[in-house]
C-alpha cells in the first residue's frame, strides 16, 4: 500500500530526528566518549526507530480499516510486518 506524504510525514520527522541522533552517538564514539554513555544513546535510537516502524505498521492498518473494513486486512501479512520489527 502506498501512503500519502500526509500519512507519512510524522514518521519520517521521527526517522530525520532518530538519524541525526545516530551520527551524534557516532561521533561519540569517534571522539572517544564513554562506552555506556554511548550504548545508552544508542539504545534511545534503536527505540525512536522501532516506534517509527510500529507507526508506519499503524498508519497502514488504519488506512485499510478505513478504505475496506476489518475484512479488508490481511492479518497473517500484519502479523508479518509487525514482527519483521521484533
Known sequence: MQLTPE??????ARLKRANGH???VIRMLEDGADC???????AAV??????G???????????CL???GPDSVDAKKMEKLFLALA
Open 7 to 12: 500519512e507519512t510525514k510524522a514518521v519520517i
Open 46 to 51: 534503536n527505540k525512536a526507530i522501532s516506534r
Open 66 to 68: 478505513a478504505e475496506g
Open 22 to 24: 545516530l551520527a551524534s
Open 36 to 42: 555506556e554513555a554511548a550504548l545508552l544513546q544508542l
Open 53 to 63: 516502524g510500529y507507526a508506519l505498521v499503524s498508519t497502514g492498518l488504519q488506512r
